[in-house]
């Protein structure tokens, strides 16, 4: 009885050095050598595996770094700048200090709604939608509504406003890391700075329409006027291709071109309401003005009373 | 009776226009002709602002290798060249012609009279259907020119029309079958010497037994010509079913139907063909339907190509009924829903179908209890449920593997499915990634 208990205790001890021995020596023979300070980086990391750096995940972005040396165009987004300082010092390098971000959804949300022109009721994904047709509204540049990008976030930061239709961003919680202006089949989303004392302006229209043709798929589409672009007193106003757009490392916010825009396709974000405005009465809302034109035939526009 | 061995599906038929004679549409005021109304690149207008045009003649001439030209389908003015939204929204080329007369070019022969002879050398049958812009009228709108030049080293061994007409409500194929059958079959055999095949097989589904009875009689004066009756299936009119059906071929994944030694016409086409060849006469013109439940009249009309939706439907019906909840172009199955009704007609099109609006909403969507009707349904023997799972994960890799760029895009699955689950939709979106991830190997 002992016996067979010691020789059952001799035989699972000598095979357990056994392979112990056998598992040392293949350790040691297959080792692969990395340089601990991935692991260092990775853990300072948020570990979101958002993508927004344009790597698989965290441990992608950590291993570059440290392939790299150095930050150069690497960054990470949702850490921002305290992160980054903490790679940085990891690797021993300098990097430079991002402006904070955020993503801007550059369409109207007055445009949805009213001027639906017709109704999707298909797969529930921006992506194919935009496969068929214009869309709902039958801006052919706008946004489809379908929450592609909602679903690409991680950070729980963009949601899809119900009376609109359109995304609204939460700036609190968005760390900038473009996975929704990446979903976005029509690059409606843009990831611009968040501006000093977070007051931004920027052209919530992205159609690239002829004025005329803009104008008909929505009330609040840019036109390409220019007006913007003359007032600008920074120049940070351009215009290609019938839109305009604000270049946001120029732009001091002054909002003039908020006020000319005439179609009221300038969106600015972040400042105080206008004191006593308020009390106005709400002008009511003008029905558009519904002309058919046949090409070539001489027209009057009916006067805007 | 001959069909394809795999899935399928028989929707209801619907052909309730069949009996209504092709009528001619009026010209209207202004014409907008497209310049991509085919299967790749647009062709490149060689009018310009001022012109005179007369009907029949170049406006856009093809210059990519996959294109096709166009020509005016009305004489006038060109008024300016310029976009135009498509049935669909999305802004595209166009030329603007103001419609003066009706003056058509001398080298058409507008005769009644029929021409049998036809003394062309293949290759100068293919290339006077490059310089006449025919494409095929099935649905596709793929260029002739270059489905009618077998490249080197294949050999066509099989002509098949397909006059199955399997699609619900369509009957223009049918009409055109009832009036022009001699036309039709001198058409086909033009395109035998075009190919060098010995004989064409013309498939027509057995639900039309006055246009197979007429066809076979008329067939009959020609040589090479064999009518087929199929069996009433969707969709028996694909291109890789209907090989299927009548030469037991199958065409294998990735390859085309001249791997297996066919070429496959609708019956549309060679109807443009004949008068392409014949006639000298482009493609300016559609066999199309207007038909609906609740329409108070069923029609099949020719049509100028560039005439407005909004046009038909009031020449046709006057105005769209109240209860209208899609205007399809195409039929039921496959064809796609008109958002801009101001939109010109292009080649190809074949219906201006009107669904009332308890017909066009789809039914809500349940959970996926794992049935198996799609995989019955699917007539390429695919996995449809299968792919509804792998693309909302995002498994792009794995759909490839299980060939979802086989998929014909039928809408049986979507069709068949208890559940209403949207899977056409998701396949589409699948195959869109796939090409997606294919092109970024590259």
């Known amino acids: 009885m002992t016996n067979d208990i010691l020789i059952a205790v001799i035989v699972l001890g000598v095979l357990g050095i056994l392979f112990a021995v056998v598992l040392y020596i293949v350790a040691q023979k297959f080792k692969v050598l990395e340089d601990p300070l991935i692991d260092e980086v990775a853990e300072v990391l948020p570990g979101a595996n958002c993508g927004g750096c344009g790597k698989a995940g965290c441990r992608a972005f950590a291993e570059a770094c440290v392939k790299q040396g150095n930050m150069d165009g690497l960054r990470c987004a949702p850490g921002g700048n305290a992160v980054m300082a903490k790679v940085a010092e990891l690797l021993g390098c300098s990097v430079e200090q991002g402006e904070p971000q955020v993503a801007v959804v550059r369409c109207n949300p007055s445009c949805k709604g009213a001027n639906r022109r017709s109704n999707y009721d298909g797969l529930q994904s921006c992506a194919f939608q935009n496969t068929l047709y214009t869309g709902e509204s039958g801006c052919p540049f706008g946004c489809l509504g379908c929450g592609d990008c909602v679903e690409a976030c991680q950070f729980d930061a963009i949601h899809i406003d119900p009376s609109t239709g359109i995304p609204v961003v939460d700036a609190n919680k968005c760390t900038a890391c473009g996975a929704c202006a990446k979903a976005c089949p029509r690059r409606v989303i843009e990831i611009r700075n968040k501006g000093r004392k977070e007051r931004r302006v920027f052209v919530s229209c992205v159609n690239k329409e002829k004025g005329a043709v803009a104008r008909k798929s929505c009330d609040n589409a840019c036109i390409g006027c220019g007006k913007c672009e003359k007032v600008c007193p920074v120049s940070a106003i351009s215009i290609n291709d019938n839109l305009s757009y604000i270049d946001f490392t120029k732009c001091i916010a002054c909002r003039k071109c908020v006020v000319e825009c005439p179609t009221h396709a300038i969106h600015d974000v972040g400042f105080p309401a206008p004191a006593k405005k308020a009390e106005a009465p709400a002008e009511a809302p003008q029905e558009p003005i519904k002309v058919n034109i046949t090409v070539g035939e001489k027209v009057e526009i009916p006067a805007n009373n | ?442």
Request: hydrophobic share 35%; with cysteine; net charge positive.
């Open chain 2, 1 to 442: 009776m001959k069909t394809f061995k795999m899935g399928g599906v028989h929707p209801e038929e619907n052909k309730i226009s069949n009996d209504a004679a092709i009528e001619i549409m009026p010209v209207g005021k202004q014409m907008v002709v497209l310049m991509n109304q085919h299967l790749g690149a647009p062709a490149t207008p060689v009018v310009q602002k001022g012109d005179k045009v007369k009907v029949g003649q170049l406006i856009g001439e093809a210059q990519a290798f996959m294109c096709a030209n166009v020509h005016s389908p009305v004489s006038g003015t060109v008024l300016k060249i310029d976009t135009c939204k498509d049935a669909f929204g999305i802004s595209k080329p166009a030329v603007y012609i103001n419609v003066e007369g009706d003056e058509w070019m001398e080298s058409i022969d507008r005769t009644p009279d029929i021409k049998r002879e036809c003394t062309l050398e293949p290759k100068e049958i293919v290339a006077k259907l490059k310089e006449m812009g025919i494409v095929g009228l099935g649905g596709a709108t793929f260029p002739a020119h270059i489905k009618y030049s077998i490249p080197e080293g294949k050999k066509a061994e099989y002509l098949i029309i397909n006059a199955a007409e399997c699609e619900p409500y369509l009957t223009s194929d049918y009409r055109v079958m009832m009036e022009h059958a001699e036309e039709i079959c001198i058409g086909i055999s033009i395109l035998r010497r075009a190919l060098g095949v010995p004989n064409a097989y013309v498939g027509i589904e057995s639900n039309k037994p006055q246009a197979i009875k007429h066809m076979q009689e008329t067939a009959r004066q020609f040589e090479g010509i064999v009518i087929e009756p199929l069996k009433v299936k969707y969709p028996q009119g694909a291109e890789k079913q209907l090989i299927n059906a009548i030469t037991g071929r199958k065409v294998p994944s990735g390859k085309l139907p001249i791997d297996v030694g066919c070429v496959v016409s609708n019956i549309g086409t060679t109807f443009a063909v004949y008068e392409a060849i014949q006639k000298n006469k482009p493609l300016i013109e559609n066999i199309l339907t207007v038909t609906g439940k609740e329409l108070p009249s069923q029609h099949n009309y020719k049509v100028r190509i560039g005439t407005t939706y909004n046009e038909i439907i009031s020449h046709s019906i006057g105005q769209l009924p109240e209860t209208t909840g899609k205007v399809i172009s195409g039929g039921t199955m496959m064809g796609k829903a008109v958002v801009n009704l101001d939109a010109p007609t292009v080649k190809g099109n074949a219906s201006v179908l009107v669904i009332g609006e308890k017909e066009a909403r789809r039914a809500p969507e349940t959970n996926c209890i794992r049935c198996g009707k799609c995989m019955h349904a699917c007539p390429m023997g695919l996995e449809p449920y299968l792919f509804s799972a792998l693309v909302r994960t995002g498994k792009t890799e794995e759909a490839k593997e299980h060939n979802i760029l086989d998929c014909i895009e039928c809408g049986c699955c979507f069709f068949s499915c208890p559940a209403n689950k949207p899977l056409l939709d998701e396949i589409r979106l699948g195959k869109n990634r796939v090409r997606a991830m294919m092109a970024a190997k590259k």
